[in-house]
């Protein structure tokens, strides 16, 4: 937990692009960080950069309430974001300010030691899956890497956005627990 701790209080002084410029609050993570699965998004919205937590606004509300559907609320996964800083208007983050980012993913991901790892949206799983993925094709398939199972699902915004993506994401989230379940999680 202290290496948590010193994780965190070293992200926060983070200024390794210019993102940190314009955030309220640096959005480090929530959940579990005891939990064998783990979930990603892209980065911070207005409500995350205002309260320092992710996946707090609408799309974190869809996003919660599909995922109690399966049984899963924040003491079961560790959340956290590509980035940590609000891009400005909610663009996607560029790559420069993804890959400057990653240096604490990674070690979110080195001291959680995920068995799954569930990338929301595309920007999490180029970056975690394949930089090609293309997520309308490939959205529910797993892959193996180094131990770890790596899925991804649509972005509860787009799921906000478009409601006709849900029934398919329904099916990638049972698909989900069927890997909870094999994996003993
Ligand atoms: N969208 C994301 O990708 N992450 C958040 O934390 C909130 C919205």
New binding site residues.
């Given amino acids: 937990m202290e290496s948590w701790q010193k994780l965190q209080a070293a992200c926060e002084q983070c200024r390794s692009c210019s993102l940190w410029e314009g955030r309220t609050h640096l959005?480090f993570g929530d959940g579990n960080p005891e939990a064998k699965l783990m979930l990603v998004?892209?980065?911070?919205?207005e409500q995350?950069d205002l309260q320092g937590i992710?996946?707090?606004?609408p799309?974190?509300k869809l996003l919660d309430q599909m995922l109690e559907i399966i049984d899963l609320t924040r003491r079961d996964y560790y959340i956290a974001?590509i980035v940590k800083c609000r891009p400005p208007r909610n663009r996607d983050p560029l790559a420069e300010e993804q890959e400057a980012c990653m240096v604490w993913l990674r070690q979110q991901i080195a001291l959680a030691e995920p068995k799954i790892i569930l990338c929301?949206?595309r920007i999490a799983a180029q970056r975690l899956i394949d930089p090609d993925y293309r997520i309308s094709r490939e959205h529910g398939q797993w892959v193996q890497r180094e131990g770890v199972w790596l899925s991804a699902i649509y972005?509860?915004?787009a799921l906000l956005r478009d409601v006709g993506k849900r029934p398919e994401t329904f099916d990638d989230l049972l698909s989900l627990r069927d890997k909870c379940r094999e994996l003993k999680l």
């Fill in positions: 959005v998004g892209e980065g911070p919205g995350e992710p996946f707090v606004g799309a974190g974001n929301l949206g972005h509860p915004s």
